[in-house]
């Protein structure tokens, strides 16, 4: 008995991973990002607030990521269930600000309302953050 839940347990647990890595590949992919590897890791079991604000056992993936396929940088994607509870990605340096002036990228402090990789024009940035 012991032996079928523990490869149960796996089997979900797989299954989970799986759907992480999904949400993942879909979320580089609408932000012009690579992943690298094609693969995300456990870094462990958590309890994280979800979307709720009810504290909830999570399982933390780490995956890395580049933007100009020099450099390597890292994220995580929470996983309630197997449901995604979110995306975190480490700073990067946005190659389409360097070619327009006037941008400013979203992982910035000043730059809240921009969702992830995103690139917002200066302007757009002021009537923002005046309302």
């Known amino acids: 008995m012991c032996a079928g839940t523990a490869a149960a347990w796996l089997w979900h647990a797989h299954g ?3 759907r992480a890595l999904h949400a993942v590949k879909q979320h580089c992919t609408r932000h012009d990002l690579q992943l ?3 693969t995300v890791a456990l870094q462990g079991l ?3 607030p979800d979307a709720n604000g009810r504290r909830r056992l999570a399982r933390q993936y780490a995956f890395e990521f580049t933007v100009t396929g020099e450099q390597r940088h890292r994220g995580s994607i929470r996983m309630f269930g197997l449901y995604p509870g979110g995306i975190q990605l480490d700073p990067y340096p946005c190659p ?3 070619e327009e002036p006037g941008t400013v990228h979203e992982q910035t402090p000043e730059a809240p ?3 992830q990789g995103q690139v917002i024009h200066l302007e757009q ?3 923002e953050r005046s309302r």
Request: glycine fraction near 0%.
């Open 36 to 38: 690298l590897d094609d």
């Open 16 to 18: 989970v991973r799986e």
């Open 113 to 115: 309302r921009a969702s």
């Open 96 to 98: 389409r600000a360097a």
């Open 125 to 127: 940035w002021k009537r």
């Open 46 to 48: 958590k309890w994280l």
